[in-house]
Structures are given as C-alpha cells and as structure tokens.
C-alpha cells in the first residue's frame, strides 16, 4: 500500500526559505519519476516540480529559479527546497508519483500547508 508523509510546512515571511520533505512507502520508490503539487482552495492539484529516475528535473515556470527538487532514493525521500516565497506559493503542497506523462498513485498523503502572508 502506497503511503506518502509530507512535511516541513508553516508560516513564513515573504523572502523567505522553507523546506518541505516527503516520505514514500509501499512501493518501489527509486523506479518512479516523483513530483511535487500544490493545491488552493477549489482549485485542482498542480503539478510544480517533477524529478524522473534518472535525475532530470522540471519546474513550472511560477517556481523555476527559486525551487530545488532533490530525491534520495535510499532514504525513500523527496525533498523541496522553495527559496524567495511570495504570497502566492501559499497552499498545500503534496507528493507523489509525477512528471513525464507518470500519473499520480491514487493515494495521497495529507499534504503540508504553507502560508506566506502578504
């Protein structure tokens, strides 16, 4: 059973860094492209920040230059380093499986909110 635990959310100053972390059990973790999505209130997931198996990365044009994608394939993490916050990186950010025409695993974590006030 696939389990995805995304953490290193909170509130956080315009300017400012925040990593955020994920870790994936219940499947093999270093075969897939992994990804990192974030949602608004009544809005669809959206994907920002993917990383294929082979260590390619990918970033939506909002977050490229300011957002780091990294995986250890050991340690069965994903990690989202997010530098120069603005106001409009506030939302709930989750992982999963992602990126070069790899849909997501139907399950989700809980995801992890993050807030940059205006």
């Known amino acids: 059973q696939v389990q995805l635990v995304e953490s290193g959310g909170g509130l956080v100053q315009p300017g400012g860094s925040l990593n955020l972390s994920c870790a994936a059990s219940?499947?093999?973790?270093?075969?897939?492209?992994w990804g990192w999505y974030r949602q608004a209130p009544g809005k669809q997931r959206e994907l920002v920040a993917s990383?294929?198996?082979?260590?390619?990365?990918n970033y939506d044009d909002s977050v490229k230059g300011r957002f780091t994608i990294s995986r250890d394939d050991d340690k069965r993490m994903l990690e989202l380093q997010r530098n120069s916050l603005k106001p409009e990186d506030t939302d709930v950010y989750y992982c999963?499986?992602?990126?070069?025409?790899?849909?997501?695993?139907?399950?989700w974590g809980q995801g992890t909110q993050v807030t940059i006030p205006s």
């Open positions: 999963n499986r992602g990126g070069w025409g790899a849909s997501a695993f139907g399950s």
């Open positions: 219940g499947m093999g973790f270093s075969l897939y492209n």
């Open positions: 990383m294929s198996a082979s260590e390619l990365r």
